[in-house]
């Protein structure tokens, strides 16, 4: 943890932002190498919606810093080693009827299809430096292996 006094954000999408300042990044950056939509993390950061804690660990994971929700506000904290953090945390939802199972499948099916979008949009950007679709590329393919051991840890 930082030795400097953690401060105390009123959302998680504050948190974030200061994260990604502390870093000199942007959401833009955050998006390439998450693979999450531009959209959707303007969203979280002007706090229209929060995430879901798997999704909050998704957005965090190439960041130095863990943003946790504590009862006053929600504090960033320089990371300690937490491998797995968001296969630890879908194994909570192992319990699941055939039905859940099923549309939990689905889900997946239907995100794997919004990731070959994304792959078919990078193969097809001349903007972009070799770094930054190398970035991108592994953020794919980290999802897909996420995506996979979900259904692991969710339906199986």
Do not use: C, H
């Amino acid at each position: 943890m930082s030795t400097q006094k953690s401060k105390i954000f009123p959302n998680f999408g504050i948190a974030l932002k200061e994260a990604l300042d502390r870093i000199g990044q942007t959401p833009a950056w955050l998006s390439r190498v998450t693979g999450k939509d531009k959209g959707q993390i303007s969203k979280y950061m002007s706090n229209k919606i929060t995430p879901k804690r798997v999704t909050q660990l998704e957005l965090t994971a190439p960041l130095p810093y863990d943003i946790e929700e504590r009862a006053n506000g929600w504090v960033l904290l320089e990371r300690v080693n937490t491998e797995n953090r968001v296969r630890e945390e879908v194994k909570r939802y192992s319990n699941y009827s055939t039905e859940q199972r099923v549309a939990i499948i689905e889900e997946v099916f239907k995100e794997i299809e919004k990731l070959q979008v994304k792959f078919k949009e990078l193969t097809n950007q001349s903007g972009l430096s070799d770094s930054e679709k190398r970035l991108q590329l592994d953020s794919i393919s980290k999802k897909i292996n996420q995506l996979t051991k979900s259904i692991d840890d969710k339906a199986g």
